[in-house]
């Protein structure tokens, strides 16, 4: 386990049995983007819904009968656990299924897995989030975190990236978010008549991101791994170290607790050991292709 980060650790409801799921109710679905939306669970067991708790930046394993499972990043607040959203992208079988449910329905849930992003290392520095398209859900628990604690950190940054500008998420809470002091930047790959923002790469907003202080700053980047290793870059010859960058990363997690080895990525098992990794922990193998 990569000890830098929190998990919940023995406080997880998985302890006892991690290859049990347990139910989940279904008791709010909302469209966010074209084939994107996200589902608010609840546990049926009353005792362990109350216990649940999660870390931003963890993941839970949804389990559909006849169709398997697929591990799925918590996008809600960490501090309301008694409500799990789960912001979806439809692309195979197990996430296709879950988008022909409604309301009411149910499936199963383990977790919560994995490892969180290290907010206490975060404390005292300005704070840079980069997502990419569908990597914005791992980090807006993260931003609910840092709002809520808003007087521990230094800038607050918010650097995104979608394909178009009817794909971005989560545009609803801007405002709350800058309210609360949330510095947020946008582009789009292609625009549209209407876009008057941003035109480009997601780490194009890195490089010209001002006012910016690489010794005192803190990097957390979701996205596709192209654009998380260009963003890398970029915040390396602006002057960051890859210490103070860090990761979420996805592979094909199976098991969540790595007997399976299908997440494999050099040494490390991206489902215990990961998803979010300090940048030169995983960046050797992140470059190699095929790997």
């Known amino acids: 386990m990569n000890s830098a980060c929190s998990t919940t650790g023995e406080d997880s409801i998985t302890q ?31 005792a362990l819904a109350k216990a649940y708790r999660f870390e931003p930046g963890q993941f839970n394993m949804l389990y559909v009968p006849g169709a398997g499972e697929s591990a799925i990043s918590m996008s809600g607040d960490p501090d309301s656990p008694e409500t799990l959203a789960h912001t979806i992208r439809f692309a195979g079988n197990v996430t296709r299924s879950i988008a022909t449910m409604e309301v009411g329905d149910t499936l199963g849930l383990r977790g919560p897995f994995g490892t969180s992003w290290p907010l206490e290392k975060c404390v005292g520095k300005d704070v840079i989030l980069v997502a990419g398209g569908i990597g914005l859900p791992p980090l807006r ?38 309210e609360k002091g949330l510095l947020i930047k946008e582009t789009v790959d292609r625009k549209n008549l209407g876009w008057q923002g941003n035109v480009g790469v997601v780490s194009m907003l890195l490089e010209r991101l001002e006012p910016f202080d690489p010794a005192h700053s803190i990097l957390m980047i979701c996205g596709p791994e192209l654009m998380m290793r ?12 890859p210490e103070q960058i860090w990761v979420s990363t996805e592979r094909n997690m199976q098991c969540a607790i790595g007997l399976c080895g299908h997440c494999q990525l050099g040494p490390e098992f991206i489902c215990k050991d990961g998803p979010i990794f300090r940048y030169d922990q995983i960046s050797p193998y992140l470059i190699v292709e095929g790997l």
């Open 230 to 241: 260009f963003t890398a870059r970029a915040a390396m010859q602006r002057g960051m170290t």
């Open 16 to 46: 006892a049995n991690s290859w049990v799921p347990h139910t989940a109710v279904i008791r709010k679905v909302t469209h966010e983007v074209n084939e994107v939306s996200t589902y608010h669970l609840a546990l049926s067991d009353p």
């Open 141 to 178: 628990p993260l931003i609910h975190r840092l709002l809520v604690e808003r007087q521990r950190f230094g800038q607050l940054h918010l650097l995104y990236g979608a394909r178009s500008p009817d794909m971005r998420l989560y545009t609803k809470e801007y405002r709350d978010w800058s």
